[in-house]
């Protein structure tokens, strides 16, 4: 039983976003030090994109906790009901 499946599921997508966000930020620091020069003014954006990207994937992870732990909560409550 599932009752928050399109929540779910934008919890998800929100998490890969923030992976891809992680990973292009990391990608990004990786080639900017790797060219030098005037690159590095780039690299304060780059850390911040990785760091909010961090943050996407903990809001994603969070939400789905919170999700998942009111199914249980609902299948506990029917239990209790239907042992009473």
Known sequence: ???YKSAIGVALFVSFIGWVAVLA???LC???VSEGGMGLL???S???VALVGFLLVISGQAS???MDNANY???MLEEMRKNA
């Open 1 to 3: 039983m599932n009752d």
């Open 25 to 27: 930020g990391a990608g």
């Open 30 to 32: 990786v080639w900017l």
């Open 42 to 44: 780039g690299l304060p």
């Open 46 to 48: 780059a850390i911040t």
């Open 64 to 66: 789905r906790a919170v």
């Open 73 to 75: 909560s609902k299948q």
